[in-house]
């Protein structure tokens, strides 16, 4: 079975500081990974993925995530924060040769400090 | 881009009464939808998964007399709660698969706040 943990269920970054969300993975096979936002009261929007391409994956809204094999991890970042990027981010796991659903982390809430 | 249209956005309905939410695929066939339910301040917990023309998947339990499925069309699937009581409250979201796969991923709609009182 497959499984992500988001460490960390809130994370409060300074204005322009760096943002780091953490993700680990368990799986069976080379998974593929996501990581969704979302505002409040509505559906996620996907940040990016990973599917077996490039290990440093970037995403929109200025966020990148890089695959690491040897560490199980697939964290998010984003160099400097923006007021905008306050919301929930979800992690996501997709077994590539299963039934493709996705099993979310418990996710981590961004707050961006002024 | 990708887009799925949920309806409603939010209801509000008596206990006992059934309410139906819809997820249509507005410019892409999806062969495969997704509903999940998510509690305040909690993460996404897949409810079911539904095929276009075959009986909808349930995960471990969840009451498939209670919540309906049905995927009738490639592009349409709804949810209704039947018998709804105030703990059937949440967030319901539901998510599609392009038939083609693109690997683009799942597109969600963007959720129904359910209120039971």
């Known amino acids: 079975a497959q499984s992500v943990t988001q460490l960390g269920s809130h994370v409060s970054v300074s204005e322009g500081a760096l943002v780091l969300l953490r993700c680990n993975y368990s799986?069976?096979?080379?998974?593929?990974l996501f990581w969704y936002v979302q505002y409040p009261n509505q559906g996620l929007q996907l940040l990016l993925k990973?599917?077996?391409?490039?290990?440093l994956v970037k995403g929109i809204n200025g966020f990148e995530a890089e695959f690491k094999k040897s560490e199980t991890s697939f964290h998010l970042t984003k160099p400097s924060a923006h007021m905008s990027d306050a919301a929930e981010y979800f992690c996501?796991?997709?077994?590539?040769?299963?039934?493709?659903?996705?099993?979310f982390g418990t996710g981590t809430r961004l707050t961006i400090i002024p | 881009g990708a887009v799925v249209s949920q309806h409603p956005s939010w209801v509000i309905c008596k206990s006992g009464t059934s309410v139906k939410i819809e997820c249509r695929s507005l410019?892409?066939?999806?062969?495969?939808m997704f509903w999940y339910r998510q509690f305040p301040k909690q993460s996404l917990m897949l409810m079911a998964t539904s095929n276009e023309g075959s009986k909808a998947t349930y995960e471990q339990g969840v009451e498939k007399d209670k919540f309906l499925i049905n995927h009738a069309s490639l592009t349409l699937s709804t949810l209704t709660v039947t018998s709804a009581h105030p703990e059937d409250s949440s967030f319901y979201i539901c998510?599609?698969?392009?038939?083609?796969?693109?690997?683009?991923?799942?597109?969600f709609g963007s959720g129904t706040r359910l209120t039971v009182v």
């Open positions: 996501a796991v997709s077994d590539p040769d299963g039934n493709e659903k996705l099993t």
């Open positions: 799986s069976s096979v080379p998974p593929y």
């Open positions: 410019d892409f066939q999806a062969t495969t």
């Open positions: 990973y599917t077996s391409a490039a290990t």
């Open positions: 998510s599609a698969r392009d038939r083609g796969f693109s690997l683009a991923g799942y597109t």
